[in-house]
């Protein structure tokens, strides 16, 4: 099962780290999040599960951001 997740994530600018300060928009991570198409990633990923059978799937952030990294 696939449910879309709300696109009102926070901004880079706006989220601040519980330690103080904030990420550095010039970092590679945070310059590559730019770059990817989340939304066509996310119409490509969802219909790959069932509508209402089984255990809920990862975000495509989440899934994807993991096999970009590894």
Do not use: C
């Amino acid at each position: 099962m696939y449910r879309k997740q709300h696109h009102g994530q926070l901004s880079i600018e706006a989220f601040h780290l519980p330690f103080g300060g904030t990420l550095d928009p010039a970092k590679r991570w945070v310059l590559l999040e730019k770059f990817i198409p989340w939304q066509e990633l996310e119409e490509t990923y969802a219909p790959q599960f069932s509508a209402n059978v089984g255990a809920p799937a990862k975000p495509v952030r989440l899934a994807f951001g993991s096999l970009y990294i590894k």
